[in-house]
């Protein structure tokens, strides 16, 4: 079950990743992000446990409206790689994230408003909510899942 529970955390947090929306950058969703991030977090389970993790993204864009991210992030039970898209539209985010070492794939979807979004994750056996906000360098998300994971905290400064 730590696969999976794995798996879902590394979904939560790579939607994060590459759907950040800096407050102080409302041409391009994206400005801000590129360069190297790093922080920690915690993950409450559905059995009651918590486990502290620690994680490392990459950013690029390659345009005003898309993004590339990687993500690696490692707790005393499980490590995973994450790779994902995303691109904006108005006040919407689309995108695809696969995580490399399961070969698992899926998508996202939110809106923007003000600094913050709202994300809906989608994959095979996986769903979430979740919101997000960034200011200057940190970013923090708190995730809410009906799954294995019930609560996920995490914090992120641009390095």
Known sequence: MRNAVGYSLATIILIHSITIVPAAAQ??????????WSGSGTISLSDGSKERLRCKATYRTSSRLSLQQSLRCASASYRFELVGNAEAEGGRVTGSWSETSRGVAGTLQGRVADGRITVAVDAPGFSANLSMNTTLNRQTIAIVSQGDIRNVTVSLTKN
């Open 27 to 36: 041409q391009s969703p994206f400005s801000g992000l590129a360069g190297t």
